[in-house]
């Protein structure tokens, strides 16, 4: 069946399911004459749900169980809670080997391999993360080694590492692929050359989880090659708890591929929830094409992206790339009176030479005296070539506020119990106010 109708098919299917029993749409869609949506192109008769209705009820968006085999669960995953509480995302027995199908989509387009050997960087999380859980089953059904850093932390036993305890476990086992979030990978990276060990197998970088400017990029390459590693592919990609999976691209700047397109639709919509022209940016919605567990209908995932529904000019691949990504829906402050995007302050000093790894801060200039005025700090962690000066014109420049410069440490810009990310802004007036 060719991909269109394969796609519009399963959509009947799953609004047919979700009608029946998803305690939230049957509610939700009352009112809309479902026989109307026969295909993906009526996706827009369907109203759009917001991540503000999934986390006020996330059981209400579980399928109810039917005895069928496809519906048993098989596990759950917390989404990573920046913005709200962490809510649950059930898979089912369906879901799961849907997702390890996703997995080896995901490896063919980025060109991961069953003969890598996989260091797994994620961390332990208190909660069930996808992150670190499908590393491991992407390994399994690749049929590749993983060894995994094992770092994070555990509220209840001794079972984590300590940084160079992983830096050792890599230069014992000798992989090909480092897969995490990068600003930690760049610390393991770090670690092992202080330690004057060598990485000299690593062929890629599998990143995901922070946004990775051109500059951080030839940054992690270059570090790579003074870790014996000349040679490094950097594959970036789009996840979202929501799928346990990520969107992944065939060559760097081609766009994130949809790996499943028969199980997974993506589009970027206007205000009205109707698709924005190709070329233009517009709100990042998802609609799941069969899953079995939670399942979620025009989504919005809180991104500003702009999405290409033809051939991918590189591979030829069908289904959906994001090909521009604007951040989050931005958030913007005021800082010292200025209006400051947080999003364009954080890459601008990501961006800087000699910048191995960053914070901000705003705070009071007094503590005690919530009159005292504003104080933006940027922390960073430094690499040889740093200069305070750089990182203060850079932040002026892009946003037209003078910052104070504290030097400091990896390890005290990110606790090793701080959560998936780390926090890049942190706005203390709010916490103190
Ligand atoms: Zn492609």
């Known amino acids: 069946m060719p991909l269109r109708e394969t796609r519009d098919a399963a959509l009947r299917a799953t609004v047919a399911r979700l009608a029946a029993s998803h305690p939230f749409y049957r509610d939700f869609w009352s009112q809309v004459d479902l026989s109307r949506v026969r295909g993906i192109d009526d996706l827009p008769l369907l ?19 039917d005895g069928s085999p496809e519906r048993q669960l098989w596990d759950v995953a917390y989404t990573s809670g920046s913005t709200s509480a962490p809510a649950p995302i059930y ?14 989509r995901m490896a063919e387009i980025r060109g991961m391999r069953g003969d890598d050997r996989i260091a797994n960087l994620y961390p332990l999380t208190p909660q069930p993360h996808g992150a670190w859980t499908r590393a491991n089953h992407a390994a399994a059904v690749l049929g590749a080694t993983v060894v995994c850093g094992m770092s994070g932390a555990s509220p209840w036993f001794d079972v984590t590492r300590r940084l160079p305890e992983v830096a050792d476990l890599l230069v014992a086992t000798r992989p090909t692929v480092l897969w995490g979030v990068p600003s930690y990978v760049r610390r393991v990276v770090d670690e092992v050359i202080r ?18 400017t051109p500059a951080m990029a030839a940054q992690l390459a270059e570090l790579l090659a ?14 979202a708890s929501e799928l346990q999976y990520g969107l992944v691209e065939c060559v760097a700047g081609a766009g994130f591929h949809n790996p499943v397109p028969e199980l997974l639709h993506l589009d970027a919509v206007d205000e009205d929830g109707l698709p924005v022209p190709p070329g233009s940016p517009g709100a990042f919605v998802m609609t799941h094409l069969g899953r079995q567990g939670t399942v ?8 500003r992206v702009e999405v290409d529904h033809g051939p991918c000019p590189h591979c030829g691949r069908l289904g959906g790339r994001v090909v521009a990504h604007h951040g989050r829906s931005s958030r913007s402050l005021k800082i010292k009176g200025q209006l400051v995007d947080t999003t364009v302050l954080e890459s601008t000093v990501a961006a800087v030479p000699g910048v191995a790894d960053h914070r901000s801060v705003v705070r009071l200039r007094d503590l005690h005296d919530p009159l005292s005025g504003d104080e933006l700090v940027v922390q960073v962690a430094p690499l040889p070539s740093f200069s305070a000066d750089r990182v203060v014109e850079a932040v002026k420049l892009a946003t037209r506020v003078t910052p104070a410069v504290e030097v400091t440490t990896a390890d005290s810009l990110f606790p090793p119990d701080e959560r998936m990310k780390p926090r890049r802004f942190v706005d203390e007036r709010s916490e103190s106010r």
């Open 195 to 212: 330690r004057g060990g060598t990485l000299p197998d690593v062929r890629m970088l599998a990143i995901s989880g922070e946004a990775v």
């Open 91 to 104: 898979q089912s027995a369906y879901d799961f080997h849907a997702i390890l199908f996703a997995q080896v």
């Open 296 to 303: 979620l209908v025009r989504y919005l995932l809180g991104d």
């Open 226 to 239: 003074a870790a014996g590693a000349p040679q490094v592919v950097i594959s970036n990609s789009l996840g």
């Open 47 to 65: 109203p759009l749900t917001t991540k503000a209705m999934f986390t006020a009820d996330p059981e209400a968006f579980r399928l109810e169980p």
